[in-house]
């Protein structure tokens, strides 16, 4: 460790609890930078697929926690990820704050670690600080960060990291080179093993560890022999497993001339060092530059780059640290640089930066301290204009991150920060038409072009589109999107898919079925657009199609059991919309029977009758659900799920009792299952037991705080039982969970009118009928405030709202109306 004298500021550095100071000063200012994310949303990017559409995180039943450790996420073998976001879904329930709260702490648990890390190698306070801080802040590990199913980056950090400070410690604890090792060695050894494969199953770039332990070596000036790589085969020897599961479904080997090979590797080297050193902006999907050539200034750079590169190795060969940064980066990311034109999405990631960048932040962290504890004083103007500048630094680093967290906020925020960078990007078309189409604005001009083409069409003509203008252009905004995706990139089967669905909810069906054809031509295996296209023909009453169709599904994978689920409820839908149908009878009945012999086959026979109990349910047929569930638990008791499913049967057979006495026995079996207390607190509050009620609830609402309904539910019987604050305050919770909850709004409009608070209550009101313009009762008690502030021209306009949608207004209130209306 270099010795310097210290300057009066750095001396509060070197003081006896310097080292907790330096590190709680960079986790502080990380923590400020990057604590936007905490107010972020999931993102239609992957987190569907980690998150909120997985299955298999639903439960920690230890069947469930096994089957982690033999499935892939998107071709990736991440089990030790998977299972952190089900203990989260566990505790956390679906709300997305969890996740990015648990993200920012890993990242800050790693800049400790590597604070650590660095004190061992030898920096001081000031050195590691400035290198904890730098790899804490840097906008290229923002997206690690920022993104909920990037867990897996911060989470194999974290034991890696830790990995290599037991190692360096093991190291230190190496006795002379023909003794044995001592007991310490051995539990060290043990712990850099163990944290190797958490780190593994967390993600596999983990696999370069073997590899950053042997320079560990080298930079400890450690004599070479067998011991130096037999104590890392048990990590070498998981590195083939685990290469074997996942990178032979993303290996990589040159198909195209050597030349542009050589072009596209150097591009993809020098990639990840410009977005170190000058991260001008971020995205979530970069392209390689085109045409793949010489010529082209991208590549040519690249070259220039890499010579650069090469030459500043040769230069500072004699520098560790220079040689211990270089080294870094090349053992961490060579694996991820690529040789060709990739067919699938990301050839190049900021985040597959995060921890390959060590190295470099540990070579700013030297110079920083070289430089400003220099102690000649012939450097003094130098050292404070660098202090300046890193100053600057900070701020823009600061700044950069802080907004680029925000850019992650949710899915409209990063796809249209995407299209600003890259306006012709396929992905980034669709996924942003496909987010819109989810929004209130958006689903409200679809509805309302229907209707009113349907109008149009009725009197032979097309719909008015000056009169309909905002309606019209966001219809077609969304169109613009998808066809743009799909003339960037014809081959983009998803957005055929998605362009079909618009078209069908737009009742524009020809067109609906040319695109759903279209995704199957280009994807014969396309579940969801064969399943679409058989419900479309069923729309149009081309039976013999439908059944076609679905049968083809069905072959293409006849043991998915929801695929036999979503074709019989499709079958029975088309059946109570159109009545008796034979063909579509005959295929019921058929596909029904191929379902029962399946789950009888592949199930054990309590699963099987449980199974097909849940599909009677769907279509309706109580009383033979029931005897499926009763079946069930005459052979399993206390089978919950038949026993939650048979509870909410009586429940809707208005059998109370019978449900009451099944869902307590249910909390008898798994006290932590909230939907049972919260139909326990709904069936209560029906019998206006309100103090049974509001135990059910506030247990429902301990167990899942970021469940709406419950929240809403709790606030209705504090209003019933007059404890107006905290009905307010469950409300907001409500509203805040789900910001679409018109009957939240409405209710917490209830309240503030009963405390006289008459402004509060009427922006409740419309924001009640803003989320839902069919709530009569919301647009009423719009109608009487404003009638008694005095405003008559809005209780006129409230009232007509009201009355439109089938309110009979009482007739006195109608004539103190009338002579304020405008003749």
């Known amino acids: 460790m270099h010795k310097y004298p210290m300057t009066p500021f750095l001396r509060i550095f070197n003081n006896k609890r310097g080292d907790f100071f330096s590190a709680f000063i960079v986790l502080l200012l990380a923590f400020i930078i990057l604590s936007p994310s905490l107010q972020n949303k999931f993102v239609n990017w992957d987190d569907d697929v980690h998150l909120y559409n997985n299955p298999f995180i639903r439960s920690l039943e230890l069947e469930k926690v096994t089957s982690l450790f033999k499935m892939r996420v998107s071709e990736v073998y991440i089990p030790l990820t998977t299972l952190f976001f089900a203990v989260e879904y566990h505790f956390g329930g679906g709300h997305p704050g969890i996740y990015h709260l648990d993200n920012l702490l890993l990242h800050l648990f790693n800049l400790v670690l590597i604070y650590i890390l660095a004190r061992f190698l030898g920096l001081s306070r000031l050195g590691a600080g400035a290198a904890a801080l730098l790899f804490g802040i840097h906008p290229i590990h923002v997206e690690s960060v920022a993104w909920i199913t990037e867990r897996k980056d ?43 494969i958490l780190s593994m199953l967390a993600k596999p770039m983990a696999l370069t560890l073997p590899l950053i332990l042997f320079l560990l070596d080298w930079f400890a000036r450690r004599e070479w022999g067998w011991r130096n790589f037999w104590e890392k085969a048990p990590l070498l020897l998981l590195i083939v497993g685990l290469g074997c599961l996942t990178y032979s479904a993303h290996a990589r080997v040159p198909l195209i001339r050597f030349p542009d090979s050589f072009l596209i590797w150097s591009w993809t080297a020098v990639f990840y060092l410009r977005k170190f050193l000058l991260p001008l902006y971020s995205v979530p999907i970069y392209r390689l530059p085109q045409p793949v050539s010489i010529l082209n200034v991208g590549y040519l750079l690249s070259l220039l780059g890499l010579a650069a590169m090469i030459i500043s190795f040769l230069r500072f060969r004699k520098n560790r640290w220079f040689v211990l940064a270089g080294a870094y980066y090349i053992f961490s990311i060579f694996f991820l640089l690529r040789f060709d034109e990739a067919v699938d999405i990301n050839i190049v990631a900021d985040r597959f930066m995060y921890l390959p960048s060590l190295g470099l932040c540990f ?68 996924n942003l038409a496909t987010v819109l189409r989810d929004e209130n604005s958006y689903r409200e001009a679809e509805r309302g072009y229907v209707q009113f083409s349907k109008l149009a069409q009725e009197r032979g003509d097309v719909i008015d589109r000056e009169r309909f203008a905002d309606i019209v252009s966001k219809v077609d905004f969304i169109e613009r999107l998808y066809q743009k995706a799909i003339k960037n990139d014809p081959q983009y089967v998803d957005a055929y898919y998605n362009l079909g669905n618009f078209y069908r909810d ?32 069923l729309e149009m009453n081309q039976f013999s199609k439908a059944v076609d169709t679905f049968e083809q599904l069905i072959r293409m994978d006849f043991r998915n059991k929801d695929l036999y689920r979503d074709v019989i409820l499709a079958y029975h839908g088309a059946l109570k919309a159109t009545g008796p149908q ?87 079996l798994n006290a932590r299952h909230p939907q049972a207390y919260m139909n326990l607190g709904v069936i209560y509050s029906q019998r206006k037991d309100y103090p049974q009620a509001k135990v059910y609830f506030e247990r429902t609402v301990k167990l899942a705080p970021d469940d709406a309904d419950a929240n809403f539910n709790l606030g209705f019987i504090y209003e019933a039982t007059g404890q107006s604050p905290q009905a307010i305050g469950a409300y907001q919770r409500a509203i805040r969970i789900s910001p679409n909850h018109a009957e939240a ?26 989320h839902n313009p069919s709530h009569i009762n919301a647009w009423v008690n719009l ?14 306009k409230y009232c007509d709202e009201a009355q439109i949608l089938g309110y009979i207004a009482p007739q006195e209130y109608l004539k103190a109306l009338l002579p304020y209306r405008k003749r």
């Not at 109608?783 to 006129?796: C, P, R, V």
Request: charged share 20%; hydrophobic share 40%.
């Open 154 to 196: 911060v989470l194999y950090s974290f034991f890696y990291l830790s990995a290599l400070c037991f190692y360096w410690l093991y190291l230190k604890s190496l006795p002379g080179k023909k003794s044995f090792y001592s007991g310490r060695s051995i539990i060290l050894l043990v712990l850099v093993t163990s944290c190797g």
């Open 363 to 430: 070579l700013f962290g030297y110079y920083v301290e070289r430089l400003l504890l220099c102690p000649e004083k012939r450097f003094a103007s130098l050292k404070f204009l660098l202090g300046i500048g890193l100053f600057f630094l900070f701020i823009v680093f600061s700044l950069r991150s802080n907004f680029q967290t925000r850019v992650w906020r949710d899915s409209v925020s990063l796809w249209s920060h995407q299209l600003h960078f890259y306006p012709q990007e396929p992905i980034a078309l669709n």
């Open 506 to 537: 737009l009742q524009k069906w020809n067109q609906a079925i040319e695109n759903y054809q279209k995704a199957i031509s280009l994807d014969p295996r396309y579940q969801n657009a064969y399943l679409n296209l058989g419900r479309l023909y």
């Open 582 to 668: 034979s063909r579509l009878e005959q295929a019921l009945a058929e596909t029904f029977r191929h379902y029962a012999v399946y789950v009888n086959k592949e199930y054990r026979p309590e699963s099987a009758f449980f199974e097909i109990g849940f599909l009677y349910s769907l279509l309706g047929d109580l009383q033979r659900a029931r005897d499926f569930y009763l079946e069930v638990l005459s052979m399993n008791p206390n089978h919950v799920g038949a026993l939650y499913n048979l509870a909410n049967i009586y429940e809707e057979l208005e059998d109370t009792d019978g449900a009451v006495s099944l869902y307590k026995k249910i909390i008898r």
């Open 745 to 770: 709004y409405y209710n917490l409009g209830n309240v503030f009118s009963s405390l006289g608070k008459a402004t509060e209550a009427k922006d409740a009101y419309k924001q009640a009928v803003t």
């Open 783 to 796: 109608s009487i405030l404003a009638y008694k502030e005095g405003d008559f021209q809005g209780a006129i």
